[in-house]
C-alpha cells in the first residue's frame, strides 16, 4: 500500500517536497515511481527510483528542478520540486514496481497510491 501527501498551493518558482511511504512491503524490493496527470495531458513518468537506490529515469521537463530520494528507515521516497512552473500543477501518484527496476512506463506499476494536487499558481 502507498500514501502519497505533500501536495498544496504554492507561487511559481516555490517548492515543495511529496512524501510516498510504503506499507507491507520494502523499497528492498520495489522501485518507486512518481507520476502526474491533468485533464488534458495523459500520465507523464516524472521519476523513479529503482530498489537498489539509482535514480532510473527523470523526465526532461522537471530535470534540474526535481529530485527523488528515499528514507529506507521509514521506508518512504520524496520528491523534492524545486523552482515549480505553473506547468508543473497536476495531481502527482506515487506507484510501486515488485520487480524492481525503475521504468518511465506506468504500465510497469501494479501498486498506485491516491494521488495528491499539487498546484502552482500566483
Known amino acids: 500500500q502507498l500514501q502519497a501527501s505533500g501536495g498544496g498551493l504554492v507561487q511559481p518558482g516555490g517548492s515543495l517536497r511529496l512524501s510516498c511511504a510504503l506499507s507491507g512491503s520494502t523499497l528492498d524490493w520495489n522501485a518507486i515511481g512518481w507520476f502526474r496527470h491533468t485533464s488534458e495531458k495523459e500520465r507523464e513518468g516524472v521519476s523513479a527510483?529503482?530498489?537498489?537506490?539509482?535514480?532510473?529515469f527523470t523526465a526532461d521537463s522537471v530535470k534540474g528542478r526535481f529530485t527523488i530520494s528515499r528514507d529506507m528507515a521509514k521506508n518512504t521516497v520524496y520528491l523534492q520540486m524545486n523552482s515549480l512552473k505553473p506547468e508543473d500543477t497536476a495531481v502527482y501518484y506515487c506507484?510501486?514496481?515488485?520487480?524492481?527496476?525503475?521504468?518511465?512506463?506506468?504500465?510497469?506499476?501494479?501498486?498506485w497510491g491516491q494521488g495528491t494536487l499539487v498546484t502552482v499558481s500566483s
Open positions: 506507484a510501486a514496481d515488485p520487480t524492481g527496476y525503475g521504468s518511465s512506463w506506468s504500465g510497469q506499476y501494479p501498486i
Open positions: 527510483l529503482s530498489s537498489d537506490g539509482r535514480n532510473h
